[in-house]
């Protein structure tokens, strides 16, 4: 499974963003059997634009094969791009590393 994680920061020991169209980062996950194989840094290209950065987010994480998102919150607008391409949403806050491991339990 592919999970793309909002974070501050380029690793797995940071913590969650509170915002998903305006993270900085996305931490895209692969897991495999329950555990984590390996993870790629995407910068938010869209954490700077007047408007529409969750829409954006949304499918800069979508294009990345995203089957899961975890973020603080995320938006209605970037909410209805997750769900219309079947990712699934967990609003989670705290470290990176614990909420991966609730998600692939």
Same mark, same amino acid.
Do not use: C, H
């Given at each position: 499974? $592919?999970?793309?994680?909002? &974070?501050?920061?380029?690793? %797995?020991? +940071?913590?969650?963003?509170?915002?998903?169209?305006?993270?900085?980062?996305? %931490?895209?996950? /692969? /897991?495999?059997?329950?555990?984590?194989?390996?993870?790629?840094?995407?910068?938010?290209? &869209?954490?700077?634009?007047?408007?529409?950065?969750?829409?954006?987010? @949304?499918? /800069?994480?979508?294009?990345?094969?995203?089957?899961?998102?975890? &973020?603080? @919150?995320?938006?209605?607008?970037?909410? +209805?791009?997750?769900?219309?391409?079947?990712? $699934?949403?967990? %609003?989670? $806050?705290?470290?990176?590393?614990?909420?991966?491991?609730?998600?692939?339990?």
């Amino acid at each position: 499974m $592919k999970i793309a994680i909002s &974070s501050a920061e380029k690793d %797995l020991e +940071g913590e969650i963003s509170e915002v998903f169209g305006r993270s900085p980062y996305f %931490l895209i996950v /692969t /897991t495999e059997n329950g555990e984590v194989k390996g993870f790629e840094v995407v910068e938010n290209d &869209s954490v700077d634009q007047a408007g529409g950065a969750g829409v954006a987010a @949304a499918k /800069t994480v979508v294009d990345k094969g995203a089957e899961a998102v975890i &973020s603080g @919150a995320v938006g209605p607008r970037a909410e +209805g791009v997750l769900e219309q391409f079947r990712v $699934k949403i967990f %609003l989670k $806050k705290g470290k990176i590393k614990k909420a991966i491991s609730e998600v692939i339990e």
